[in-house]
């Protein structure tokens, strides 16, 4: 099963577990390095320095050698989201 | 009027807006720092993207950077520049063209830890923009 998950569905599934009512937006593009936005209320009073590191704690446990098919990832909370809103 | 098309244009762009805001700054017109320092990056992520995109109206910073900018970037520095991306965008967004400095400054205020007042955000993105910058210049 995991052998015919995508690195980016790993993720994905790694993410959802860890983060509540997440929300990923890795945008169109599905080839190439995984890269978006990840949204948690679990990021709420944490510095993004502690955010960041929190994800890529997840990002080097379940990917392992794979980690480096992952570049930027911008980590917000709901209220930051719905800013970015036009 | 000819549109700006070339990934070199658009860094020397990014470069321009980046010493506009540095100089707004300077002057204490925080407003206007802390919209050029966004543009800024902006620029420089839009010199990365790659022909035929279809994000020309995009403003947002994240997918923009997902798009070129992060597919080039060293592994090793993913993380450091996903923590400045964050930090970005948490105070930056494209409609502050809008708002007076005072607005500005309300609005990001209650969301950031760090945040004193418009010229600490205003210095934060100046130095952001530069980070972003810098990088692009050197990929």
Redesign the interface.
Known sequence: MNGAATVRERLERALSDRYREVHV?????RA??I???LVSPDFEGL???Q??DD??DVVRVTLGAE??D????????P??YE??R? | MRRVGSPREYLDAAADRAQDSKDLYRTERFGGAIYLAGVSIECALHSFLPSGH?LGGN?????L???GF??R?A?RR??E???I???V??RW???QRYYPTVLTER?IKP?V??YRDAKGNANFLVEAAYDIFKQAFAL
């Not at chain 1, 992952?70 to 909370?77: N, R």
């Open positions: 937006d890795f945008g169109p593009q190439g390095r890269s978006g936005i510095t993004t320095d955010r960041q994800l890529w980690s480096s992952v570049s930027t990832i911008v980590t917000l909370t209220d930051e800013d970015l036009p | 279809h403003h947002n910073l994240a997918l950077s997902g798009a992060s597919q970037l592994p993913a993380k520049v996903g923590r991306l964050t930090d965008m948490i967004n494209n409609g609005l969301r830890e760090t």
